[in-house]
C-alpha cells in the first residue's frame, strides 16, 4: 500500500473503500503475502482509529455541543458498520489463506488466535444492533454529562460534589450525597429505558452467534481465553471471603472513631480524626506539575514519558458542566501519542486518577514501536495492571504533592482503604452483569433487587434506611454497564496484580520497574498469563493468594505501619 495521505478523510467511507478493497484483492501466495498484508492493513486501521478516538474525544469532552455529538455518531452510524463488514472479510482472509500456517507461531500466535475468534462469532445481522447500542451508550453519557446540582450557591457537576463527602462537617456531608442522589433519581426512569433497550439488543446479538445467552457470548467476544465465566464467580467467592469482611472491620473501626452509629453512605470518605479534606492541588497545571515530579524522582524514563503528554493537546483534566464523567487515556493509534481524560476537582482521588491514566499512557508508549495494530494493546486485565500498578507503586514518593509526612501517611492509608473496598465493589459489579445477562426479560424492579441483594453480599457494612430508593439505583452510576459490558473484572484482576507489583517492589523497587517496563513493552504480544509472569507476578484469582494479600494490606493498614 502506498504511504497514507495526510488529508485521507476517514470519516467519508468512499474514501476509506478503495484502500479496503486493495486489501482484499491482494493475492496471498506465501507467508511474506500475509505478513505484507497484516502491516500495511495496520498502519490503515491505525489512521482510521486515531479519526474514531479524536471524535470520541470530542464529544466526551464536550457532551453539550451538538455539532461535535453529531459528528461522532455520523461516524458510529456511517462508517463504523462498513468497518466491521471489511474487518470480518479482510480477518477470514487471513485465517483462512493457508500461507497463515507457515507464520512464526511465537510472533503471530496471539494475533491469529484473536482472529479466528472474531471470525467465529461475525454476523452481520449484528452489526446494526452494535450501532444502535453504542448510540445508545452515547445518549447515556449525555445525561449523565448534563447531572449538575445547585449546592453551596453554584451550579456543580458530580464530580465537583465529591469534595464535600470529605468534609468534616456530617450535615453538610449528609445534604451533599442527598442532592447528588436526588439529581440521579430525577433521570431513573430515563437510564432504565435505555438498559432495558441494551439487554434486549445484547440477547439479540448473543442468540444470532448461537450463544443462549449474552454473558458466554461476550466472554468469548472479549478474547477471555484463559479464565471463564465461572473462574469469576470463583473471584467474587474469593474477594466474599477474604475481602469484604476486611472491609467492614475498617467501616467498624471508622464508625467508632467517627463516634457514629449507624455508619452512613456520606461517612467513607471523610478523615475520621476530624482533619480537613487532603488539597494537593489547585488546578490542572499543579495537578500536571507535581505528577511530572514524582514520575522523574521514581525513574527518568518514566518523567521523559509523562513530560510528552504537556503538549499536543493530551491532556484534558479539570471537571466542567458539558463533560462526559469517568476517566479515561485513549491512544491515537496513527500518531501515537496517548490523550488523558479526568474530572479533577482537587482531591487526592485525582491524583490516583492522574497517575492511574498515566500508567496507561506508559503502556502506550512503550509498545507504540510495534508495527502490528493489534498488538499495541494488551488485553485489558494487564493493561489494568500497568495502571493499578502505579497507584501502589508512586507511594514512596507522594511527597511531591504533600509537604508533611502525616499528609502522605494519611493519603496512603486512604488508597489501601479504597482499595479493599474497590475490590468488593468490583465483585458487585461483575456478578450483576452476570445476573441481569443471564435473566433475559427480567423486570426492572427484579433488576434493583438483584443489585441490593449483591451489595448486602458485597458492600459496606452501612446503614440505608431511608434512602433505600437511592441504594437501588446505584447502579446506574457505573458507565461500564452501558458501554464496556462485561468490562469491569479487569479490575479485579488486575488489581490483585497490581499488589502483587506492589509487593515486589518494596523488596526490589528497581528490579520491579525493570520488569514492569519490559512487560509494558510487550503489548499484547503474549497470551495474557506470559504478560503477567513478564512482569514478575501471577495470573490467580484464587482464594489463597486474594487472602495472602488481604493480610499484607491489613498489616499495613495497622497503626503505625503507614
Not at 390 to 414: H, I, K, S
Not at 426 to 443: E, N, R, T, Y
Not at 481 to 504: D, M, S
Not at 507 to 531: F, H, M, N, Q, V
Request: net charge negative; aromatic share 8%.
Amino acid at each position: 500500500m502506498t504511504q497514507l495521505s495526510p488529508t485521507l478523510d476517514a470519516t467519508d467511507w468512499s474514501a476509506l473503500e478503495p484502500l479496503y478493497g486493495e486489501l482484499l484483492a491482494r493475492p496471498l501466495r506465501c507467508a511474506g503475502c500475509v505478513e505484507s498484508l497484516l502491516l500495511d492493513r495496520s498502519e490503515l486501521d491505525a489512521f482510521v482509529a486515531e479519526t474514531a478516538a479524536n471524535l470520541y474525544i470530542e464529544m466526551t469532552c464536550h457532551t453539550d455541543d451538538e455539532a461535535r455529538r453529531r459528528a461522532y455518531l455520523a461516524f458510529v452510524e456511517e462508517v463504523e458498520p462498513k468497518l466491521r463488514q471489511v474487518g470480518f472479510e479482510l480477518d477470514r482472509r487471513i485465517v483462512e489463506a493457508p500461507p497463515a500456517a507457515d507464520l512464526d507461531a511465537q510472533r503471530f500466535g496471539v494475533l491469529l488466535r484473536d482472529l479466528r475468534c472474531g471470525v467465529e462469532l461475525f454476523r452481520p445481522e449484528n452489526i446494526p444492533l452494535q450501532t444502535e447500542l453504542t448510540t445508545l451508550d452515547q445518549r447515556y453519557s449525555a445525561i449523565a454529562g448534563a447531572q449538575t446540582v445547585q449546592f453551596d450557591g453554584a451550579e456543580r457537576t458530580l464530580a465537583q460534589m465529591l469534595r464535600y463527602q470529605e468534609e468534616p462537617d456530617r450535615a453538610l456531608r449528609d445534604a451533599a450525597w442527598r442532592a447528588v442522589a436526588e439529581r440521579r433519581l430525577a433521570d431513573r426512569d430515563a437510564i432504565d429505558r435505555i438498559m432495558d433497550r441494551m439487554l434486549d439488543l445484547r440477547h439479540e446479538m448473543a442468540v444470532n452467534a448461537g450463544f443462549r445467552d449474552f454473558r458466554d457470548f461476550q466472554h468469548r467476544r472479549l478474547l477471555r481465553f484463559d479464565y471463564t465465566p465461572r473462574d469469576c464467580e470463583r473471584f467474587h467467592e474469593s474477594v466474599a471471603a477474604c475481602c469484604v469482611p476486611l472491609a467492614r472491620r475498617l467501616d467498624r473501626q471508622r464508625a467508632a472513631a467517627l463516634g457514629v452509629d449507624p455508619l452512613r453512605p456520606w461517612d467513607l470518605a471523610v478523615d475520621v480524626e476530624g482533619r480537613p479534606p487532603l488539597r494537593p492541588f489547585e488546578g490542572a497545571e499543579e495537578l500536571v506539575a507535581r505528577t511530572s515530579t514524582i514520575f522523574h524522582r521514581m525513574r527518568p524514563s518514566l518523567g521523559a514519558m509523562f513530560d510528552e503528554l504537556r503538549g499536543g493537546a493530551a491532556l484534558d483534566l479539570e471537571s466542567r458542566a458539558g463533560k462526559a464523567p469517568g476517566g479515561y487515556q485513549y491512544q491515537r493509534q496513527h500518531s501515537r501519542r496517548p490523550f488523558i481524560f479526568m474530572n479533577a476537582s482537587g482531591l487526592h482521588r485525582d491524583v490516583v486518577t492522574m497517575v492511574h491514566e498515566a500508567g496507561h499512557a506508559f503502556h502506550s508508549t512503550l509498545s507504540r514501536d510495534e508495527p502490528l495494530l493489534h498488538y499495541r494493546s494488551a488485553p485489558i486485565e494487564f493493561s489494568e495492571v500497568a495502571s493499578m500498578g502505579m497507584e501502589l507503586l508512586v507511594l514512596p514518593w507522594l511527597g511531591a504533592f504533600y509537604d508533611r509526612d502525616e499528609d502522605v501517611r494519611r493519603a496512603t492509608r486512604v488508597l489501601f482503604e479504597d482499595l479493599v473496598g474497590k475490590l468488593g465493589w468490583i465483585a458487585q459489579i461483575d456478578a450483576f452483569q452476570h445476573w441481569i445477562h443471564v435473566h433475559a426479560g427480567h423486570s426492572r424492579s427484579e433488576r434493583d433487587d438483584a443489585w441490593v441483594a449483591l451489595d448486602r453480599r458485597f458492600g459496606h457494612a452501612i446503614d440505608w434506611s431511608g434512602i433505600e430508593e437511592p441504594r437501588r439505583a446505584l447502579w446506574q452510576k457505573q458507565l461500564h454497564l452501558f458501554g464496556v459490558p462485561f468490562y469491569y473484572i479487569e479490575y479485579g484482576i488486575a488489581q490483585l496484580g497490581a499488589l502483587q507489583l506492589w509487593r515486589c517492589a518494596r523488596r526490589d523497587p528497581e528490579a520491579t520497574l525493570d520488569a514492569y517496563e519490559r512487560a509494558l513493552a510487550l503489548g499484547g504480544s503474549r497470551p495474557l498469563p506470559a504478560l503477567f509472569e513478564a512482569a514478575g507476578i501471577r495470573f490467580d484469582l484464587s482464594e489463597p493468594l486474594v487472602g495472602e494479600l488481604m493480610e499484607e494490606v491489613e498489616a499495613e493498614l495497622e497503626p503505625g505501619a503507614v
